[in-house]
T-cell receptor, first 114, second 112 residues
């Protein structure tokens, strides 16, 4: 079956540091890949996505590239801010076979200190 | 533009009680989902629906039930609440696999 493995947290960075959160996946078909962000007390929000190999998703300074050869979709940001403190979830959706159901990683908690 | 609306936001139930978690979306999405999120864990799929009148089980359906009589509404029913059902419940909707999900703000349920 499908699975998503995320870098274990928590991750603590100083403001303006470089961020990488690793995500690898296993899927039987040709999945779309997503990063979601969850701020305290809120639901998940779609941050970015990529639907085919070598696509780069980007939003709010965050980027991730769909790497089929390494089955990875690592999240990066060049300079984090305190407001980026949140939980980040990697997810995949094998839309060809699974009614659009998504499989989520366990989440990585990011804390950014001033 | 409300998106996905969940009610209630918080609820405390006693063991053996029942309740319905409400979910409504105004985006005309065909696909709707219920997930639970336990502390430090990812999301586990409880039930999903691909359209009005069609529902199916996810990974962890035991103790829950759903219905989908309209495109907009997808309520989740808990029968005979147990402490293991203490969790945060999220409803989500989507156009389809490449579009990603729109989530509600969640219902925090405690069973005591």
């Amino acid at each position: 079956g499908n699975s998503v493995t995320q870098m274990e947290g928590p991750v603590t960075l100083s403001e303006e540091a470089f961020l990488t959160i690793n995500c690898t996946y296993t899927a039987t078909g040709y999945p779309s890949l997503f990063w979601y962000v969850q701020y305290p007390g809120e639901g998940l929000q779609l941050l970015l996505k990529a639907t085919k190999a070598d696509d780069k998703g980007s939003n709010k300074g965050f980027e991730a590239t769909y790497r089929k050869e390494t089955t990875s979709f690592h999240l990066e940001k060049g300079s984090v801010q305190v407001s980026d403190s949140a939980v980040y979830f990697c997810a995949l959706s094998d839309h060809n076979t699974n009614a659009g159901k998504s499989t989520f990683g366990d989440g990585t908690t990011l804390t950014v200190k001033p | 533009n409300a998106g996905v609306t969940q009610t209630p936001k918080f609820r405390i139930l006693k063991i053996g009680q029942s309740m319905t978690l409400q979910c409504a979306q105004d985006m005309n999405h065909n696909y709707m989902y219920w997930y639970r999120q336990d502390p430090g864990m990812g999301l586990k799929l409880i039930y999903y629906s691909v359209g009005a009148g069609i529902t199916d089980k996810g990974e962890v359906p035991n103790g829950y039930n759903v219905s989908r009589s309209t495109t907009e509404d997808f309520p989740l029913r808990l029968e005979l609440a147990a402490p293991s059902q203490t969790s945060v419940y999220f409803c989500a909707s989507s156009y389809g696999g490449t579009a990603g999900y729109t989530f509600g703000s969640g219902t925090r349920l405690t069973v005591v």
